[in-house]
């Protein structure tokens, strides 16, 4: 296990073990290539990269303020821990979210056209959820997040929240869409278009309010109380 205190950009070169990094300024990355987990700790600060990380199927948790990892990244499963910032992650491969915990800042996710995946909450308050990737199964009950974009790719999408939902656009060119808003407790409402194509559209809310110039396939409006449109 390697445990160290910096300064400057960091770079960890191919070896085998955990790595634990924690400064008491923002975190620069210029590369990282390992087998193991992975922590970086910023505190309050930033985390940024220049170079990719690369930890195959090894664990990150990550503690900052606005993170930002927007190279070709491989990790496994992933923490984001509470804080405040915005939060935008890129992988070359699949995402699989282990809990992503933010009191304040958006969340964006981009695993390209591959799969979104977690096995804990995301709760990012009221701040913008946006997802780019394959087949997206964000699906735990406690998820809380704002409005939601979704952006162009194939494959099915599915999200629940703890509390109302709001769209502010999907798009994708195949696959079918589920949304549910508390398991029918709260509303469905959309800023922007949902657009799926033939896809169908599998809804949850208690009020939907789907106004928009929508694109769907069959829609299914599950049991609930409240008005649909």
Known sequence: VETVTVRGAVTVTAGTGNVSITENDAIA?????????????????????????LIGAGTVDLTGANITLGSANVLGALTVNAGTGNVSITENDAISVAAITRTAGTLTLNAGANGITQTGDIEVAAGALTLTGGVITLANAANTFGAITVNSGSGDVSLRQDGAMSVAGITRTSGNLTLNANNGTNDLTQTGAISIG???????????????????????????TGNVS
């Open 29 to 53: 990355v210029a590369g990282i290539t390992h087998t193991g987990n992975l922590v970086l700790n910023a505190g309050a600060n930033d985390i940024t990269q220049t170079g990719a990380i």
């Open 198 to 224: 033939t896809g169908t559209a599998n809804l949850t809310a208690a009020n939907i309010t789907l106004g928009s110039a929508n694109v769907l396939g069959a829609v299914t409006v599950n049991a609930g």
